[in-house]
């Protein structure tokens, strides 16, 4: 069996290259390195112990994604190729719509017109905005996100259902909540590029001597400690829920399927709970100040993943403890890199 992976060269896809590979898939990169180094690549082969075959070149050409398919016999697709930083896409939506939204279109333009199904699609938390009530399962209304970034990722949701209905296909819907950590090797990880925006990787390169200070933002929020509150899931425990999801769509003999999982621990952290699970895994200190609420944040999300559970077999085990001495351990390899 042959998987497309789209952005595998990127943080969460070249964890789940790495568990692909591992249950005898073989599988097939596209990743134009926009946001990833050709170095993951090897890394790839040296943590699977095989290599991927892998094309350069950016989702949009759909005459070369024409060549790829056929030059290769496709049996299901994990489409992780996107732009993801939601501050950007403020400043950017019309690149973040076209980059989005045209690579997931030119696949599924292809793939109607070939014989293959199985399509995985990186959804996102975001699309429930601040969900009333906690914790989130599957059920739970979405609202429009604020971001383009989350409108890409809601529309990308929309086309996806329709095309199975229309084009009689199988998708799986994956809601991630808030991705962490670092290959257990330390020789994959999220690349971390100019000023990190998001938690973990600002955590991180604050205890590394890289930024002064963590800006925590805002502690008047209702939750115990004042600060807000989010679903942290561990890098691996997600990639192999790809790896379940995908099996799961394969094994159905009905030939139109539409399954949506939230991908979470289902236990929510505090953004002072992460500094200390990270001084504490760690052996560092992280110095923080608190300042005002970050425009846009909601207060609290964390996932009811029971659907997942019950369904793909899947549950993410990893302590957060674990996770964030995973990244440490993959900041450490990146400075000897250097
Ligand atoms: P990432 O940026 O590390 O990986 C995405 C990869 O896709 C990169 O390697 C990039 O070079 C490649 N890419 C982007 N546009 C492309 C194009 N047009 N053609 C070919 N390659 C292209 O991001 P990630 O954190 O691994 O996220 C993977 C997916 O999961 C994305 O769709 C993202 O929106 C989604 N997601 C991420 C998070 C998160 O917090 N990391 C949360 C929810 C959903
Ligand atoms: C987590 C918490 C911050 C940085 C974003 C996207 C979402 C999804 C995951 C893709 C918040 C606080 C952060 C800092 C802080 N991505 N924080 N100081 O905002 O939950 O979600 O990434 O789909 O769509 O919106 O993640 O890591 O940015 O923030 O205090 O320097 O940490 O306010 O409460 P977020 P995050």
């Given at each position: 069996?042959?998987?497309?992976?789209t952005?595998?060269?990127?943080?969460?896809?070249?964890?789940?290259?790495?568990?692909?590979?591992?249950?005898g898939?073989?599988?097939?990169?596209?990743?134009?390195l926009?946001?990833?180094?050709?170095?993951?690549?090897?890394?790839i082969?040296?943590?699977?112990?095989?290599?991927?075959?892998?094309?350069p070149?950016?989702?949009?050409?759909?005459?070369?994604?024409?060549?790829?398919?056929?030059?290769?016999?496709i049996?299901?697709?994990?489409?992780?190729?996107?732009?993801?930083?939601?501050?950007?896409?403020?400043?950017?939506?019309v690149?973040?719509?076209?980059?989005?939204?045209f690579?997931?279109?030119?696949?599924?333009?292809?793939?109607?017109?070939?014989?293959i199904?199985?399509?995985?699609?990186?959804?996102?938390?975001?699309?429930?905005?601040?969900?009333?009530?906690m914790?989130?399962?599957e059920n739970?209304?979405?609202?429009?996100?604020?971001?383009?970034?989350?409108?890409?990722?809601?529309?990308?949701?929309?086309?996806?259902?329709?095309?199975?209905?229309?084009?009689?296909?199988?998708?799986?819907?994956?809601r991630?909540?808030?991705p962490?950590?670092?290959?257990?090797?330390?020789?994959?990880?999220?690349?971390?590029?100019?000023?990190?925006?998001n938690?973990?990787p600002?955590?991180?390169?604050?205890?590394?001597?890289?930024?002064?200070?963590?800006s925590?933002?805002?502690?008047?929020?209702?939750?115990?400690?004042?600060?807000?509150?989010?679903?942290?899931?561990?890098?691996?425990?997600?990639?192999?829920?790809?790896?379940?999801?995908?099996?799961?769509?394969?094994?159905?003999?009905?030939?139109?399927?539409?399954?949506?999982?939230?991908?979470g621990?289902?236990?929510?952290?505090?953004?002072?709970?992460?500094?200390?699970?990270?001084?504490?895994?760690?052996?560092?200190?992280?110095?923080?100040?608190?300042?005002?609420?970050?425009?846009?944040?909601?207060?609290?999300?964390?996932?009811?993943?029971?659907?997942?559970?019950?369904?793909?077999?899947?549950?993410?085990?990893?302590?957060?403890?674990?996770a964030?001495?995973?990244?440490?351990?993959?900041q450490?390899?990146?400075?000897?890199?250097n």
């Amino acid at each position: 069996m042959t998987i497309l992976v789209t952005g595998g060269l990127g943080y969460i896809g070249s964890h789940t290259v790495v568990e692909l590979l591992n249950e005898g898939f073989d599988v097939v990169i596209v990743d134009d390195l926009s946001n990833s180094e050709k170095f993951i690549l090897n890394n790839i082969e040296e943590v699977a112990g095989r290599k991927p075959v892998f094309y350069p070149f950016d989702l949009k050409r759909r005459d070369l994604l024409k060549q790829l398919l056929d030059a290769h016999q496709i049996d299901g697709c994990i489409n992780f190729a996107a732009f993801k930083a939601v501050g950007e896409s403020q400043e950017k939506p019309v690149d973040y719509y076209e980059n989005n939204l045209f690579s997931l279109i030119n696949l599924l333009q292809e793939f109607k017109e070939r014989n293959i199904s199985n399509f995985i699609f990186s959804s996102s938390c975001t699309v429930y905005g601040q969900a009333d009530e906690m914790p989130i399962d599957e059920n739970t209304p979405l609202k429009t996100p604020e971001s383009s970034y989350g409108k890409t990722k809601q529309m990308g949701e929309e086309i996806l259902m329709d095309f199975a209905k229309a084009h009689h296909k199988k998708i799986s819907l994956l809601r991630y909540f808030n991705p962490i950590g670092a290959h257990p090797s330390a020789k994959l990880g999220e690349l971390p590029i100019g000023i990190p925006n998001n938690l973990i990787p600002y955590v991180t390169q604050t205890a590394a001597g890289i930024r002064e200070k963590l800006s925590v933002w805002g502690d008047d929020y209702p939750t115990p400690d004042g600060t807000a509150i989010r679903d942290y899931i561990y890098v691996v425990d997600l990639a192999k829920a790809h790896v379940a999801a995908l099996k799961k769509l394969m094994s159905e003999t009905s030939d139109t399927v539409i399954d949506i999982y939230n991908l979470g621990t289902g236990k929510g952290s505090s953004v002072l709970e992460v500094v200390n699970a990270f001084e504490a895994a760690n052996n560092v200190k992280v110095p923080y100040q608190i300042c005002d609420r970050r425009a846009g944040d909601i207060t609290v999300a964390y996932a009811n993943a029971d659907k997942a559970e019950r369904e793909l077999g899947w549950k993410a085990d990893t302590s957060l403890e674990e996770a964030l001495r995973t990244t440490w351990n993959w900041q450490k390899y990146l400075e000897s890199r250097n």
